[in-house]
């Protein structure tokens, strides 16, 4: 039987309003380098570096809870101006927090 993949966490934060300020400006960069730079990937990165903060000072350090916390509350948002879905904002999010713990996301390792 194939074995569960363990739970990936973050570090207990220190400094959430700064964990979130980061997030933001990487989910930008990474919006802009997407598609095409739209107002729409401001108001996106900001809504979503406030759920993420919220649930950091929560004391919320699982990033599988911390992804499903943004999809959740992202449904909520009107993507109408943007290319992106809650879904593919919550993938950027994992992928941004596992580079930054320095897990390699292409292989799982």
């Not at 993949?5 to 220190?14: F, G, H, Q, V, Y």
């Not at 809504?47 to 000072?57: D, E, K, P, Y």
Request: one cysteine or more; proline letters at 7%; a negative charge.
């Amino acid at each position: 039987m194939a074995e569960p993949i363990p739970p990936i966490t973050l570090p207990p934060a220190e400094n959430p309003q700064q964990e979130g300020k980061w997030l933001r400006q990487a989910l930008v960069q990474w919006l802009d380098q997407e598609f095409l730079p739209e107002p729409a990937n401001q108001k996106i990165a900001d809504r979503a570096s406030q759920i993420f903060v919220r649930q950091r000072m929560e004391g919320e350090n699982d990033v599988g809870a911390l992804v499903i916390a943004i999809v959740t509350e992202m449904q909520a948002f009107d993507f109408r101006e943007s290319f992106y879905s809650e879904f593919a904002i919550a993938n950027a999010v994992s992928d941004l927090l596992l580079d930054s713990l320095g897990i390699d996301r292409c292989c799982g390792n």
